[in-house]
């Protein structure tokens, strides 16, 4: 079934019922249709059809969704780029992708220009203006194909190596997410999930069919302003939302009195929670559950999620594997490995994508045997919690030892005067690697060397302390995502 099914169902279900609040607007799931099949006529009179990749250069608004639905209803492969791009990042993209329409917001030629310059070839470049004054009323009309085969979105990832990749998902693949996330965290009618991280990720699909599929209202952001958000929040009812932890983080240290009373679930994705942190926020909002999930764009991408409030003891796990999805943990050799052990973590199912755009080779070598790779170090518990313990590269080996990161991070998070952390390994001499802290204080603190060095003593063993203490002043660097960038650490 064509997924933009889950918007016409949705309009026949509550035709009145808030899809979308943005700024000062609430969409109804029925205008939220009628404005997506004007697009879908907008899109086919500028020349696209089944089969073709348009991409959409937009921010978090109505109008991503309305690109959306538009163009899978064709047929078409949906191709969201993120809006802070640069000119040569969007260009290599661009080259890759070779798409038939690039759509962006009004107001943003200029940037698209001169990707498109650097790019070389013919795409027709339109604003979102363009589509609406040259759509006509229609309704929307979701071509038949086979949900299974047909890419619906091809997702590009923020990866360091070999230049992004573009993350193609079939219209059944994205369904399985969505599904997963109303039945842990008992979504429906009435709930107001909070956006506030980019649609232009895996999170703009998901969320916009869970809340179809759920007939709950997304409250967009265009972006994350802390004391906005909890503005926002309380003004319409927010129930749900779900964020990076840094966002977590910076809620936590906002200043006001904002009691949050009607947001019932947190749920933390992208990376590991330090769970200093989630117990400081338990402590503060203690009626709000918190919970996380784990997965990758190329897992289209939650395999692991809830319950829809963890206890305590199991704050900075990431969750139970959902029914739909294989997990694994692994030595080396590709072994299974026991409750407790730790391991590369593996994953399948349903869900995964079906490759990399252009790239088979690197299809194959992610995923040889229908298993993918994920490169991150993990162990089940006992009760089937999964524990996301680091990169492989975050692995740290100090004289044969194991050391992860996330452990002395979380650590460090234990200071009062820490608002940032990251760990990296650095060159150790004869004991191979060493452990370097990279530690930014609160504002008004100060903190040395030794401060960290002395408070990590009686929670770690001694090869596990910090050799290297890095103060710095300045927030910690991130990606789009809002994860912390190693890399620009170790090079750096």
Known sequence: MNIAHELTDAAGRWPDGTALLFNDQAISFAALAQSAGCWQDGLQRLGAGSGDRIAMLLPNSPEFAYGYYATVALGAVFV?????LKADELAEILTDLQPRLLVVANGS???AREALAAKGGTVGLYTVADVEQTARPAPLAPQTLDALTTTAVVLY???????????MLSHDALTHSMHAMI????????????LPVPMSHISGPMLLGTALRSGMALLLFDRFVPSRFLDEAERHGMTLTHMVPPMAHALLHSRGAHRLE??????????????????????????????????LTETGPLVVLGPATFPPEKFGAVGQRLPYAGVRIVDDQGHDLPVGDSGEVWLSGPSLMQGYFRRPALTAEMMPDGWFRTGDIGMFDADGYLWIQGRKKDVINVAGLKVYAPEVEDAIYKHPQVAEVAVIGVAGGLK??????????????????????????????DYKLPR??????????RSRTGKINKEALRSG
């Open 157 to 167: 990832t923020s990866g360091t190596v070999g230049g992004p990749k573009g993350v």
């Open 468 to 477: 290297q203490v890095t103060i710095r002043e300045e927030s910690l660097p």
């Open 80 to 84: 969201p780029l993120d809006p802070v």
């Open 183 to 194: 039945d842990v965290l008992q979504m429906k009618p009435g709930d107001v999930y909070g």
């Open 109 to 111: 030629e200029a940037l």
């Open 262 to 295: 009607t947001l019932r679930s947190l749920i933390t994705f992208g990376m590991t929670a330090s769970t200093e942190m989630l117990h400081q926020f338990h402590a503060r909002w203690p009626h709000i559950g918190l919970s996380s999930g784990y997965g």
């Open 432 to 461: 191979g690697e060493a452990v370097k802290a990279v530690v930014v204080p609160k504002p008004g603190a100060t903190l040395t060397a030794g401060d960290i060095v002395d408070h990590c003593r009686g929670l770690l063993a």
